[in-house]
Structures are given as structure tokens and as C-alpha cells.
Nanobody, 122 residues
Framework: QVQLQESGGGLVQPGGSLRLSCEGS????????IGWYRQAPGKAREAVSC????????RYADSVKGRFTVSRDTARNTVYLQMSNLQPEDTAVYFC???????????????RGQGTQVIVSS
């Protein structure tokens, strides 16, 4: 069993940057593909990005390509989402979860964090 805890959200102006962290406990995150998802009020959940178990593959939604970067620090048991050039449409609750990654993104195994709020506003 693994517990996931996100951090790093906050209020940022358009064009700004944030780095989200997804820290695992209970089990090594290296045993899972880890994905980032987001949900804005009144909108469906969106798959944002994922990183594969072997760190040999990453996937990004078209809406964040070139602006977001996902990475993994195995020693810290943490997965990061570096977000740059943030725009108001990026406003959402971001959460990390165990997921498929090589063949598309879909949550698997039921491990998900509580989420961290990102607000992009001037």
C-alpha cells in the first residue's frame, strides 16, 4: 500500500511557475507509474502528465506540452511536476495517482493523493 501527498500549490500570476511534489510513503513510488491529474470546478478530470516505472517514458496532455515537466526522484520517493508559463486555464486542483502511462493515462490500483490547489490569477 502506498500513500500519496501533494504539495506546492498556491496562487501565481499568469506567466509564473510552480513546482508540485507528490511524496510517497508506505511503499516506493518506483514500483508504479505515477500520473498528475487536475480538476477545475465544473469540469471533468483531466489527465495532465505521467512518468513510467522505469523513468523511460513521459506523457503530457496537449494543453501543457512545452510548459510542464514531470520527473521522479527515487531517493526522495517523490514525483514532481514543474509548471511554467502558467495560465488562468491551468487553475484546478492537482492530484497525483498511480496510473497507466505507456498506453494512455488511466488511474490504477486506487492510490491517489488529496490534491493541491493551483490558482492562476492576476
Amino acid at each position: 500500500q502506498v500513500q500519496l501527498q501533494e504539495s506546492g500549490g498556491g496562487l501565481v500570476q499568469p506567466g509564473g511557475s510552480l513546482r508540485l511534489s507528490c511524496e510517497g510513503s508506505g511503499s516506493p513510488l518506483s514500483a508504479f507509474n505515477i500520473g498528475w491529474y487536475r480538476q477545475a470546478p465544473g469540469k471533468a478530470r483531466e489527465a495532465v502528465s505521467c512518468i513510467s516505472i522505469r523513468n523511460d517514458f513521459t506523457r503530457y496532455a496537449d494543453s501543457v506540452k512545452g510548459r510542464f515537466t514531470v520527473s521522479r526522484d527515487t531517493a526522495r520517493n517523490t514525483v514532481y511536476l514543474q509548471m511554467s508559463n502558467l495560465q488562468p486555464e491551468d487553475t484546478a486542483v492537482y492530484f497525483c495517482a498511480t496510473t497507466t502511462c505507456y498506453d494512455g493515462m488511466d488511474e490504477r490500483y486506487g492510490y491517489r493523493g488529496q490534491g493541491t490547489q493551483v490558482i492562476v490569477s492576476s
